[in-house]
């Protein structure tokens, strides 16, 4: 049973043993920095990995390179040893990153030396531990020179958590130092050589620390748009000589904060970082648009007047979006076009300019993206069902997404950019979970993508912010999947349990079958042995077996009952006979009746005294539920089954399909066409029973949808009502964007092109 998160839990909190935890912290310190936690070990999945990668695939180069068999084979071993220890020193520095965050808010007392206290013997330093301390301050200060200003911003901001000075150094649980102490102590259990050691950090420099300003920027913006120090900026501060900046802390004078004027929004930290991408995909984007306007003569963003700067064009996006937003419900949640885009932004950057000034117009790159943006969004329009929600949601995220696009070249160039991330996840959600082809609505999902999207146009556009909501939705799906997965883990228990209970009876009617052909009962006798005794010979093959000791008691009372084998004890027959029928939901008052009756005891207690007449017995016997027909009455009724198939003839289409049904794995998904309005639904093949045959599907959230044998449904797909659907390896954004790089490259050449790198 899932219940409800009490309060503000972070949406990417882990469990409680892996969240940092501190009894100092305040509710909102205690949250964010939860959150912060959850983001930075995210972060550091993969670039640890590739520091493990790195660092096997150097060993092995060294290995090759190595001329001494004994080198060679230090390298080889070392190279195996990271590989087997890799697992258990990622979790103990993760368990390190997180004692560093619990710490945040702690105040260390400064050691004092006593002057009575006793003096420690001069030891000779180690030399492994000396150079490998060498090579981690190198390592911190390298890194705190490259990420100064976002370490300056960190540090004030946890501050504020902690109420607390500036935190700096080993203190702040992100830094350059702690992360580094975090994996030396990791790494204490590799017995390495030292010189491997310092490779490993080596290339932990080169993955980890080395990229810390993509994390240090989300931080920074996610804290930012919950409103810590929001206005914060640091000084920019000329380089300090070689000398003063080999160790952390020399700076006597660090910068102090200034607050921002509160102007036009700017741009995230992200986007005036130099872009490393491999691939531009924004470059070769615009160069195919380039082309296309080349060919065209059209679409020229240099009108004469004034370019609009990034932050105008981010106050005419904010404008247009309460523009937007004030309108009717209709117009609000449809997606604009290009020209309608543009037309309106130009209209917003030049509303309330006095008449005859200079009129603004976009950039060159502006408009390409803003040109971009909507011809992928159209291309999603068309990826997701017809009249369903998925549309007008689209509608609604076209304008904060946009802002995004605006902001931060990194929506396009990165494949695994949050607000991009966001958009896929929305569309996918919107069209599979929130109004399917069922039409049953998810009430609880349409509330969550409401609030994020109002949440996306209200907030500023930030990586932070897009980070959490994309959390909040991935949490919000995994549940969703979790109760599917156990609705139709229930729907095959049921189908399997149905399947053993129909071969359970099955078999009771053959064993029923070959004693009556020796003798022939008829009256009560015959009607307990098909209608009840039958049912109870299944159940007990059901629960113990054919070979079972109980099965065979079973079958020794069908025999007496039967005049097979002779009866030792009336009462021990009668009571068997009672104790199964009660077995089958028989009452106890009618069992005794139908066991004295069947074994001529007269009835001796009061209540059987007024005695059912044979005739009225075996009445009740017809009208006896059997055996598991009340388990259709529990369950939602499924659609109507296909009619039963034909026998199809041999090498025919029918047997051909029935031949690969027989291969295909459950989860596979088929599309059921009604003939009738011709209505597509989308069912997954949940389980089909080897045996007889039957399969049962399933709906996206795990109910029963359909059953039918597989000779049925091989009937369906050769008459074309049913078909299978390929499985799907990209999702919808990922379609988009092809069909996006394929329009434009048909459109610049003529030809239609095949998938390329810019839709990477």
Wanted: hydrophobic share 35%; charged share 25%; net charge negative.
């Amino acid at each position: 049973m899932e219940v409800e998160q009490q309060g503000r839990r972070p949406p990417h909190a882990s469990d409680r043993d892996a969240r940092p935890d501190n009894a100092a912290w305040s509710p909102r310190a205690r949250r964010l920095i939860e959150e912060t936690h959850s983001l930075c070990t995210s972060w550091l999945e993969a670039p640890l990995r590739q520091c493990f990668l790195e660092a096997e695939q150097r060993l092995y180069a060294q290995a090759e390179r190595s001329r001494n068999p004994a080198e060679q084979q230090q390298c080889l071993y070392s190279r195996q040893l990271i590989q087997q220890q890799r697992a258990p020193v990622e979790r103990r520095f993760i368990e390190g990153v997180r004692k560093h965050f619990g710490s945040v808010g702690t105040v260390h007392e400064a050691e004092v030396v006593h002057l009575d206290a006793p003096r420690r013997p001069l030891e000779l330093l180690d030399p492994t531990e000396h150079e490998q301390t060498v090579a981690l301050d190198k390592l911190v200060a390298r890194g705190e020179a490259r990420h100064g200003t976002a370490l300056f911003e960190l540090g004030y901001r946890f501050a504020v958590l902690a109420s607390l000075p500036p935190l700096e150094g080993e203190s702040l649980p992100l830094g350059p130092q702690a992360l580094a102490n975090a994996f030396r102590d990791g790494m204490t259990t590799l017995e390495l050589p030292v010189e491997h050691r310092l490779l490993l950090l080596q290339c932990f420099d080169l993955a980890v620390v080395q990229g810390l300003s993509t994390l240090y920027d989300t931080v920074n913006e996610h804290l930012r748009a919950d409103g810590i120090l929001p206005q914060l900026r640091a000084f920019p501060t000329t380089r300090a000589p070689i000398e003063r900046q080999s160790r952390p802390g020399a700076n006597d004078n660090p910068p102090v904060p200034l607050p921002r004027q509160a102007a036009a929004p700017t741009p995230p930290a992200a986007s005036a970082a130099p872009r490393s991408d491999s691939i531009a995909v924004l470059d070769n984007l615009r160069e195919m648009l380039a082309q296309h306007r080349a060919g065209q003569g059209a679409l020229s963003y240099q009108d004469g007047g004034r370019a609009a700067t990034p932050g105008e064009l981010q106050l005419a996006l904010d404008a247009l979006q309460l523009h937007v937003s004030d309108v009717a419900e209709q117009a609000r949640r449809e997606l604009l076009s290009a020209q309608a885009l543009r037309e309106e932004l130009i209209t917003q950057l030049n509303a309330g300019r006095p008449a005859g000034s200079a009129q603004m117009h976009l950039t060159e790159e502006q408009g390409d993206t803003v040109e971009l943006v909507a011809m992928l969004f159209e291309q999603l329009d068309r990826q997701v069902h017809d009249k369903s929600n998925a549309h007008s949601l689209l509608g609604d995220l076209q304008l904060p997404l946009l802002r995004m696009a605006v902001a931060d070249q990194g929506f396009f160039n990165q494949r695994e950019h949050p607000a991009r991330k966001l958009l896929g996840l929305v569309a996918e959600a919107a069209n599979d979970w929130l109004d399917g082809p069922e039409g049953d609505v998810d009430r609880s999902l349409e509330a969550k993508i409401n609030q994020l999207v109002d949440r996306a146009r209200r907030e500023p556009p930030s990586t932070g912010l897009y980070t959490s909501l994309l959390a909040d939705i991935e949490h919000h799906l995994g549940l969703l999947n979790r109760k599917a997965q156990i609705a139709e883990r229930r729907q095959v228990e049921a189908m399997q349990g149905r399947e053993r209970l129909e071969q359970a009876r099955h078999r009771a009617a053959e064993l029923m079958t070959e004693r009556f052909d020796k003798c022939n009962p008829r009256g009560l006798l015959r009607t307990l042995l098909e209608r009840a005794w039958s049912d109870v010979l299944a159940l007990t093959l059901l629960r113990h077996g054919e070979d079972s000791e109980a099965f065979t008691l079973r079958l020794r009372i069908t025999d007496q009952l039967l005049g097979q084998q002779p009866v030792l004890d009336r009462n021990l027959l009668q009571a068997e006979v009672e104790s199964g029928l009660q077995q089958i939901g028989m009452h106890a008052e009618e069992s005794v009746q139908v066991a004295q009756r069947l074994l001529g005891i007269p009835a001796n207690s009061p209540t059987t005294s007024e005695a059912a007449t044979t005739t009225e017995l075996a009445l009740k016997l017809k009208q006896h539920q059997r055996l598991g027909e009340h388990g259709a009455s529990e369950t939602p009724a499924p659609a109507p089954a296909a009619p039963p198939a034909p026998t199809p003839p041999p090498e025919s289409p029918e047997r051909r399909i029935r031949q690969r049904l027989r291969q295909l794995p459950f989860g596979s998904w088929f599309e059921f066409i009604d003939p009738s309005n011709g209505r597509i639904t989308e069912r997954k093949l949940a389980w089909y029973s080897p045996v007889s045959g039957n399969s049962l599907f399933v709906t996206r959230r795990g109910l029963r949808g359909q059953e039918m044998t597989l000779e049925q449904l091989a009937h369906e797909m050769a008459c074309g009502r049913v078909r299978e659907m390929p499985p799907v390896r990209e999702n919808l954004l990922d379609r988009a964007w092809h069909a996006l790089t394929s329009h434009l490259r048909q459109i610049t050449t003529g030809q239609p092109a095949a998938r390329s790198g810019a839709s990477t």
